[in-house]
């Protein structure tokens, strides 16, 4: 990947990563702020095991362009279900995604749920960093869906 230098300000977003509380794993966290800032925006990594009460204070504070949760444990459908309402509650209109191995079972139909629970997009196949990259790079475009 290329550093996107050429990025004007306007078109940087201001971006929170994220782990969720029961998620202690730090290398997909880090992962995600690199792809980020080689695409040329900023980033703020809250780290792993962040309690729900400090993910949506510290947002909420922070008032960014977007917020990445990620989680590789296979517990992410459960935090993730618990925490978005309170997130929607600070940053009604800020885009909220999340990805990553969400849950254990194999079984289907997460996306659905946390889609209709109120992320804006939820990246957990096999083509997710490529989808995920695509998704961004339309948010700093100015496109919202």
């Known amino acids: 990947m290329e550093l996107d230098a050429a990025r004007t300000d306007s078109a940087r977003l201001d971006i929170v990563v994220s782990g969720l509380a029961s998620d202690a794993h730090t290398w997909n966290l880090v992962y995600l702020q690199l792809v980020l800032e080689e695409m040329g925006h900023r980033v703020t990594n809250l780290g792993a095991c962040v309690p729900d009460g400090m993910l949506t204070s510290r947002c909420g504070q ?84």
């Open 62 to 145: 922070a008032a960014p362009d977007l917020v990445v949760i990620s989680s590789v444990n296979g517990h992410g459908f459960q935090d993730a279900r618990r925490v978005i309402g309170p997130l929607r509650a600070r940053l009604a209109s800020t885009p909220v995604v999340i990805g990553g191995k969400l849950g254990v079972d194999g079984a289907g139909g997460r996306e659905e749920v946390l889609l209709a629970a109120g992320f804006d997009a939820v990246f957990e196949d096999g083509d997710a960093i490529p989808a995920f990259r695509r998704y961004v790079d339309r948010l700093a475009a100015g496109v919202r869906s």
